[in-house]
């Protein structure tokens, strides 16, 4: 099947790989002409713009934009459907808010343009292990363009299956689903990676406490200097708190178990804040995750306001003089 991909980065460029590996076409195009190349060089065809995309693109064509999410992304469809046709489709598989699937679906229906929103996950190891793939949009375009989300997708692979799961869509066996409507994609990938942040997060706070078993401030006879690679290591092997992101925990430790090269300041690409607005729409407690989204927050602060005020309340109270 025939793809063309706008956005050539970690993510973008590797999909397309995976796809060439599969017998699917693609017509790629990226501000650096740099990554086009590249692509090229492993079998896709080149475009200078996104007129030339299109023109390279048998109907009914298929765009996927994988931008970050923001004024790039809604530019990019904007252009693009103005440039397309109907029965075309535009694909946004980026962490866009699934509100504005929802707006653009809209937009783009009377020019009976098709929009579909693709959460996806894997990241940098996308192009071996697959990509986890949460669609939203109508029926018959998302059954249309099954080949190139069965081929992007992991696949079954060695995972037991759930048991009481028969008759039931084998897609989402292979790592995919189909959603929902236009905005159900990326509203399953959003809190997706809320969850995430609770996780990284317990993970993050668990192993903070094994570092500072040997703390000066314990009893001496109550102090532990423990391996926290070992730990990180034993846990991936029939542990209950076994995950992918442990591996990647473990890993990391195996190089560096100080973490030297890391300063603590924690990002966030704001589907945390998406997830909690929802959650608050929903009337949903979300404690766990919200309380990881504010420590992010707090990762970029050495000192804070609130912490100075915080002391100044001390003091006036009670007369506690902070540390010198």
């Given at each position: 099947m025939q793809l063309g991909m706008i956005g050539l980065g970690r993510m973008g460029g590797n999909i397309v790989r995976r796809l060439l590996r599969d017998g699917h076409t693609a017509v790629v195009f990226d501000q650096n002409p740099e990554a086009v190349a590249a692509l090229v060089a492993e079998g896709a065809t080149g475009a200078a713009s996104l007129e030339e995309l299109i023109d390279k693109l048998d109907a009914p064509r298929t765009a996927w934009v994988m931008l970050p999410a923001g004024?790039?992304?809604?530019?990019?469809?904007?252009?693009?459907?103005?440039?397309?046709?109907?029965?075309?489709?535009?694909?946004?598989?980026?962490?866009?808010?699934?509100?504005?699937?929802?707006?653009?679906?809209?937009?783009?229906?009377?020019?009976?343009?098709?929009?579909?929103?693709?959460?996806?996950?894997?990241?940098?190891?996308?192009?071996?292990?697959?990509?986890?793939?949460?669609?939203g949009g109508e029926t018959e375009i998302v059954t249309r363009l099954d080949p190139i989300f069965k081929t992007l997708a992991p696949g079954t692979g060695t995972i037991p299956k759930t048991p009481g799961r028969e008759g039931r869509d084998a897609r989402a066996e292979a790592g995919y689903i189909h959603a929902g409507p236009s905005g159900a994609g990326h509203f399953v990938k959003m809190v997706h990676n809320g969850i995430e942040y609770g996780l990284m997060q317990a993970y993050a706070e668990g192993f903070d406490i094994l570092k500072h078993a040997n703390s000066p401030d314990l009893p001496e006879g109550q102090r532990f200097d423990l391996n926290i690679g070992d730990i990180a290591e034993v846990w991936r092997r029939g542990s209950v708190v076994s995950s992918w992101l442990l591996d990647l925990t473990a890993g990391a430790l195996a190089g560096d178990e100080n973490l030297d090269d890391f300063s603590g300041f924690v990002a966030d690409s704001g589907e945390g804040r998406w997830t909690l607005n929802a959650a608050i729409e929903e009337s949903v407690p979300a404690n766990v995750l919200s309380a990881a989204l504010y420590a992010r927050f707090r990762s970029r602060e050495d000192a804070s306001y609130a912490d100075k005020l915080l002391s100044a309340m001390r003091k006036g109270f009670g007369g506690h003089q902070e540390p010198k």
């Open positions: 004024a790039i992304t809604e530019g990019t469809v904007a252009e693009l459907g103005g440039r397309m046709a109907a029965g075309d489709a535009i694909i946004d598989g980026g962490n866009s808010f699934y509100k504005d699937d929802i707006r653009r679906a809209a937009d783009l229906a009377p020019k009976g343009i098709h929009y579909v929103d693709v959460g996806t996950s894997g990241g940098v190891w996308g192009l071996e292990r697959g990509y986890c793939m949460m669609i």
